[in-house]
């Protein structure tokens, strides 16, 4: 007997509509996403063919770079001095006097000075100086380590500080030769890409919870509990709303790389640098404020990616707030900004692209190490 074949059953009119409305819905919320990503693909290319990398005339000098360990900056100033000087060359920490006797440079530069440095790093910068070459450090975590940059300023020639604070205070440890130079972007490693759908969010921050931030983050914790967040960084348990944004939370150091993209795939990167109070989370014996920006500043920007940062004293010297990044200066208007860029996209993103634009043309490792050289008084 033949089987007779199973019918389907009909949607009604009333799914058939609902159906159609969600696939046009779609069809719009995808032509809408594709249509950002090449808007932003296309002003990133327009930027960078307007500002392309600089070429440097190359100085007839030597330099020992010796790393920190930053990935970030020491890759950076790596690239940029093989442009600039006619040899260098690099070296661990622990045979930096070792090596400045076998290569005779005309500069040890020296990145911070702490954390990764071995004991008698001291000795060695004495050793060097005693055969002759200049030396040089350059400070990255002013003013939060005052306690221990104090000891390790008057060793060298030449004390640079990203922080304008300090200044005085190496100053007056009768430090003969102080600087202050801003870090940058290594613009090889942050740049605009287009990152796979995993690393989009509404929302990003990417940091250490220094209680500044898990104060700012607590009081924001309602607003951001129905948005896409994604958080990155040690210390978060701290906060009192962990529970609410724990899904957003990803514990512990991010690569580097993965910052680059989840930069990229945010609507809106936040950057809140860290409180320069003495306490728990720093050791600034000197008690200095914090008036200068922080690298990331310039790597948000490099990625193209829509900046909310806190106010520094400094940040006007770099970006124009309103136009290359926006600012707050409480976390009440932290929200307000939150909620006013995510419905006004086209404002977001051009003042995205403003800020890559300032950063190609004013703020690479190329330009700093430039900068830093003309500081030491070689080139014109």
């Not at 600039?84 to 090596?99: G, K, N």
Request: with cysteine.
């Amino acid at each position: 007997m033949q089987q007779r074949p199973l019918s389907r059953k009909r949607s009604t009119p009333r799914v058939r509509t609902a159906r159609r409305s969600a696939y046009q819905a779609g069809r719009r919320d995808g032509w809408r996403e594709g249509w950002s990503i090449g808007w932003r693909e296309g002003a990133a290319a327009a930027a960078a063919a307007v500002f392309p990398p600089a070429a440097p005339e190359r100085l007839p000098i030597r330099v020992l770079y010796v790393p920190q360990g930053f990935e970030s900056i020491d890759d950076g100033m790596i690239g940029a001095l093989q442009l600039h000087a006619a040899e260098l060359h690099v070296a661990d920490p622990t045979r930096m006097a070792e090596m400045a006797a076998l290569i005779r440079p005309d500069l040890v530069l020296v990145l911070n000075g702490l954390h990764v440095f071995p004991d008698d790093h001291l000795e060695q910068v004495d050793r060097i100086r005693e055969m002759g070459i200049r030396t040089a450090v350059w400070f990255a975590d002013d003013p939060y380590v005052t306690e221990q940059t104090v000891a390790i300023a008057p060793h060298y020639d030449v004390v640079v500080t990203h922080e304008r604070s300090t200044v005085e205070l190496y100053r007056s440890l009768g430090c003969p030769e102080v600087h202050h130079l801003a870090f940058a972007a290594d613009i090889e490693r942050f740049r605009p890409v287009t990152p796979p759908a995993a690393y989009r969010c509404d929302v990003c921050f990417i940091g250490q919870a220094f209680w500044n931030r898990v104060e700012t983050f607590d009081a924001i914790a309602e607003e951001l509990a129905d948005l896409n967040v994604f958080i990155a960084g040690g210390l978060w348990e701290r906060l009192k709303s962990y529970g609410l944004l724990k899904r957003a939370i990803r514990p512990g150091w991010l690569p580097v790389d993965e910052s680059v993209l989840y930069y990229n795939g945010a609507k809106i990167v936040i950057n809140l640098h860290r409180t320069a109070e003495p306490g728990s989370d720093n050791a600034n014996a000197s008690g200095l404020p914090g008036l200068s920006v922080n690298p990331r500043t310039f790597e948000i920007a490099a990625c193209g990616a829509f900046q909310l940062t806190d106010r520094r004293e400094d940040l006007e010297t770099y970006y124009r707030p309103g136009l290359e990044l926006e600012t707050f200066d409480s976390p009440a208007e932290l929200a307000v900004k939150i909620r006013h860029y995510l419905k006004h996209d086209d404002e977001r993103r051009r003042i995205a692209v403003r800020g890559l634009a300032r950063t190609l043309r004013e703020h690479t490792y190329t330009v700093r190490a430039g900068s830093l050289l003309r500081l030491l008084g070689y080139g014109g």
